[in-house]
């Protein structure tokens, strides 16, 4: 974890790296040559121990924004806090020493919810629901691993709700969803992305109907860094890349992390880089 600006982020300047290495395969020996290092000083930029031109080396080679990397370890990252948005609650447990974040969507006038992943936890979630006299209709799951779906069977015995989950990672008692399908609900509406890589059906939820746009993007993408490639690193960036293209003012709501916006991404994330995605792409054809 990184904290900068009162905010703990899920990856430091040395996570993102080596997601970077991970998602394109390359070894130690093989990037060191090709970066013009030797091996002890590769270690070192990997171990967050390094001067800012190895850093810049490397990162440039990886495909990632060097001065966002260097912006995240000199302490000169603009980030700004976001305001707190109307009807819109953000849950954090704790996952086997993971903070991960769940989230709830209300509509105002008929005080009806729509829940977002589980969290470890859903305590919080449920008591909020009784404190704001607020019925839970949906929960809806943006992907099938344990830290986002753990209480899914608690939160649908204590409210009833139904639950769907992206058909290609189909889960027992939920119904499937698919891209592009909308779920209407008083005041609120969302649309389903397809948004793989760091799971083979990963979906994000567009919600319309808050005073802000929202995406809750699961672990397509975090603040200033993504989720790992489990699938596909290729994926992931073209996942990353198509979140960023909507509005600057969408705010994005990771699984793990603070919430950030389209605009605040495009300027911090390292992986947001529109060429080295089309280089990457054009290399695979």
Excluded at 144 to 159: A, F, N, P, Q, W
Excluded at 279 to 284: A, D, G, V
Aim: aromatic share 8%; hydrophobic share 40%.
């Amino acid at each position: 974890m990184f904290s900068f600006n009162n905010l703990i982020f899920e990856d430091e300047p040395v996570d993102i790296l080596r997601k970077a290495i991970n998602g394109l395969g390359i070894e130690t020996e093989e990037l060191a040559s090709k970066c013009g290092l030797k091996r002890n000083e590769l270690e070192k930029v990997l171990q967050g121990k390094t001067d800012l031109k190895n850093l810049e080396t490397v990162a440039k080679f990886l495909g990632l924004r060097t001065e966002q990397l260097k912006k995240m370890i000199t302490g000169q990252l603009e980030v700004p806090n976001l305001p707190h948005l109307k009807n819109f609650w953000i849950f954090t447990s704790d996952f086997g020493g993971m903070k991960v974040n769940s989230y709830l969507a209300v509509d105002q006038e008929r005080r009806k919810g729509i829940a977002f992943d589980t969290g470890a936890d859903a305590t919080s979630l449920l008591e909020t629901l009784i404190d704001e006299n607020i019925h839970l209709e949906y929960l809806l799951l943006t992907h099938g691993h344990g830290d986002h779906i753990y209480e899914m069977d608690r939160i649908i015995e204590k409210t009833g709700c139904i639950a769907y989950a992206p058909r290609g990672e189909m889960i027992k008692g939920t119904r499937p969803i698919e891209p592009n399908q909308k779920l209407t609900l008083s005041g609120l509406e969302v649309r389903v992305h397809s948004v793989p890589g760091h799971s083979a059906a990963h979906v994000a939820y567009e919600i319309s109907g808050l005073e802000a746009p929202v995406l809750i993007v699961g672990d397509a993408l975090f603040a200033a860094s993504m989720g790992k490639a489990n699938i596909s690193y290729l994926l992931s960036l073209e996942s990353l890349h198509y979140l960023l293209s909507f509005s600057d003012n969408t705010f994005l709501a990771p699984g793990h992390g603070p919430m950030t916006t389209v605009a605040l991404e495009k300027k911090i994330n390292p992986f947001y880089n529109p060429s080295w995605l089309e280089y990457l792409r054009n290399k695979q054809r």
